[in-house]
């Protein structure tokens, strides 16, 4: 699926060979098989993190907020239609005994979107909880410091703006990287 530019992909899909070994994924009852996850790879839909106190030992309230975007939802109910297109192809099915999810009983476009909503999450790469930048939400510059804080800089995922179209790892060794240069006075 391709977004309205028409050329950047919407979507990433990963394949599992085993089913019901996630978290959140119903247990499959023979306890093998496989699994085509799709992942809507520039979501517009935004969490939040916030303080539950002002106890240190208080853990943060996290909202990841998923699918609330009506487009991230579209998007992700076409990608569990794909991947069911995949797995349906004479390659992969002649390998297949039965599909556990999400199921034969989802056919229509209201049907994907419910199961999305139910099974949606994260694909374990959340970014931007301290953004960087120069803007009034930024809450680290462009050299990674903490605005505000003396001494203190971020050097992970959290400072991106935004999440990038792809996998976070290689993003973040670099933003490690840019910090260690940064400290030791490197351009």
């Known amino acids: 699926m391709q977004t309205r530019t028409g050329k950047d992909p919407d979507l990433q899909f990963h394949f599992l060979n085993g089913a019901g070994v996630e978290a959140g994924v119903p247990v499959i009852p023979s306890g093998s098989g496989c699994t085509l996850n799709s992942y809507t790879l520039r979501p517009k839909s935004r969490g939040s993190v916030t303080l539950r106190s002002s106890r240190v030992e208080d853990l943060p309230i996290v909202n990841p907020n998923f699918i609330v975007d009506p487009d991230d939802l579209k998007t992700s109910a076409e990608g569990v239609r794909i991947s069911r297109e ?14 556990h999810f999400p199921g034969k009983d ?70 490690g990287e840019k910090a260690s ?4 006075g490197n351009r």
């Open 86 to 99: 995949i797995m349906n192809q004479p390659e992969f099915l002649k390998h297949i005994k039965q599909e």
């Open 106 to 175: 989802v056919r229509t476009q209201a049907d994907f979107e419910n199961y999305a909503r139910q099974y949606g999450r994260t694909s374990y790469h959340p970014v931007g909880t301290c953004k960087m930048g120069t803007d009034s939400l930024a809450v680290v510059d462009p050299q990674l410091r903490v605005r505000g804080l003396e001494g203190i800089r971020i050097c992970d995922s959290s400072v991106m703006p935004s999440l990038i179209g792809s996998n976070t790892n290689a993003p973040t060794i670099m933003i």
């Open 181 to 184: 240069d940064l400290i030791r």
